[in-house]
């Protein structure tokens, strides 16, 4: 004759518990395994009742209120220290006095001297915008058995900051954001940059992104480094906010070739030369100026001179 297994005979009770009680997250369950339960029910009722359904019921029915209890992360150790005690008090209760103590009537005590311990955990912060990550504002709810966050974005408000830089200067982009972090937590920041020229929020479209200081130096800035580039606040494994900057560079030789140019308008049109009588904002060009009469007067070639050899000489220097 097939007989069932003494391990098999104990589960079946707490397997026909889940099957046959609604199940709802608590702060019990949260912090306790199914086979501690199903130990103070055989506790109270020896390990070959058949009422261990029954027993699970009441004590899931005795600790309902807590299921939708919510206090600050920071309390998680005391919470779970408190539920903790519960599973050793029902089993004192269940041997003490050889067992006269039904559970019906110990479940509910025990669930009503906690009452007082609970009352005491500190609830959370409320959220401050505009980081989501607040450690004092997390939640731990038992409903979920979870740690909530704030739900708030990553990123800080706004649009990425446009900084402007001419090529050759320096740069210095600087993790600031506008809210305060702790004192207490050391901060770290990684950067990263975009692909190419592109102006973009996708954190996927950035290439090593690597912890380093708070600020990130370009010196020389070259029109190369133009482009995206995020920083990202980070408290211990936690991201606690991200900012996007755009460098625009200026390239060095489109502003030198400005300079040459008014430079070489300024001796052309300097006293004695031949483009001030033309219209108001009318700057003639060198094929004009050759074509009018006594273009080639001593002074307008030595001035014509002078300006090729500047021309020449910042030539070299951009090279």
């Not at 973009?200 to 290439?207: A, E, P, Q």
């Not at 033309?278 to 007067?297: I, K, M, T, Y």
Request: hydrophobic residues 40%; proline residues 7%; charged residues 20%.
């Amino acid at each position: 004759r097939w007989a069932m297994p003494v391990t098999s005979r104990l589960l079946l009770p707490l397997c026909l518990s889940l099957l046959l009680v609604p199940w709802a997250p608590g702060c019990l369950f949260c912090f306790s395994t199914p086979q501690q339960r199903l130990r103070v029910c055989q506790v109270f009722l020896g390990h070959a009742s058949s009422r261990h359904t029954a027993c699970l019921g009441t004590l899931q029915a005795a600790f309902q209120p807590h299921t939708q209890l919510g206090v600050g992360a920071v309390e998680l150790e005391k919470l779970k220290d408190t539920f903790s005690n519960v599973i050793f008090s029902l089993e004192e209760k269940g041997v003490a006095k050889g067992g006269s103590v039904p559970y019906q009537v110990a479940f509910p005590e025990v669930a009503a001297r906690i009452q007082l311990e609970l009352a005491q955990l500190k609830p959370a912060q409320p959220c401050q915008r505009p980081s989501r990550y607040q450690k004092d504002a997390q939640v731990y709810r038992c409903s979920s058995c979870s740690t909530v966050e704030c739900q708030l974005p990553l990123d800080c408000p706004g649009p990425v900051e446009d900084v402007w830089k001419a090529e050759g200067n320096r740069t210095a982009l600087r993790c600031r954001v506008p809210f305060q972090t702790s004192p207490e937590v050391r901060i770290g920041c990684g950067w990263g940059r975009g692909p190419d020229s592109l102006r973009t929020r996708d954190l996927s479209l950035f290439r090593d992104l690597r912890q380093g200081a708070s600020s990130l130096i370009l010196h020389p800035t070259r029109v190369s480094h133009r482009g995206t580039y995020v920083c990202q606040l980070t408290e211990e494994d936690d991201v606690v906010a991200r900012k996007y900057f755009y460098l625009n560079v200026t390239s060095s030789s489109q502003g030198a070739e400005t300079d040459l140019q008014n430079m070489f308008l300024a001796i052309l049109l300097s006293p004695g030369g031949r483009g001030a009588g033309g219209p108001e904002g009318h700057f003639p060009r060198l094929p004009e100026l050759l074509a009018e009469p006594d273009s080639l007067h001593k002074r307008n070639v030595v001035l014509l001179m002078v300006g090729l050899a500047l021309s020449a000489m910042l030539g070299t220097l951009l090279l």
